[in-house]
């Protein structure tokens, strides 16, 4: 019996390093927003302290059942108040680095979940 993965039209992060992402062949250097089902738009926000709950309101307009957020660098929570519109319509949120988030949105969209990414790409200074 030959096994294989079922084949996913799902958009998937092929490659990430200090300050960037790729998405097939095209790097990405601005924070951005990907969604299993195609979605994708540009996250106005340079570096963690930009943040706002008028970014998480942005993604719980997404419909997601899960929003992967990619915080940095490093391991970052948002504050539990910017996640209200999230908690609002049952949408889950799971923080941590941006490479681990690249990896675990990979997984999760190839199985045909509808989850989303939310990326801080940030640079160094």
């Not at 059942?65 to 391991?75: C, K, W």
Request: net charge negative.
């Amino acid at each position: 019996m030959k096994i294989q993965p079922d084949p996913s039209n799902a958009q998937s992060i092929s490659g990430y390093g200090s300050g960037w992402v790729s998405i097939g062949q095209e790097k990405i250097t601005t924070s951005l927003v990907i969604g299993s089902r195609g979605e994708r738009f540009e996250w106005l926000c340079e570096k963690f302290e930009d943040l706002g709950e008028a970014h998480f309101l942005l993604l719980s307009s997404m419909n997601t059942e899960l929003v992967i957020f990619g915080s940095g660098e490093r391991l970052r929570f948002p504050k539990a108040a910017w996640l209200k519109p999230l908690v609002d319509k049952q949408i889950g949120l799971e923080s941590m680095d941006t490479q681990a988030a690249c990896r675990t949105y990979n997984i999760l969209a190839s199985e045909g979940r509808h989850v989303a990414l939310a990326l801080i790409i940030e640079h160094s200074s």
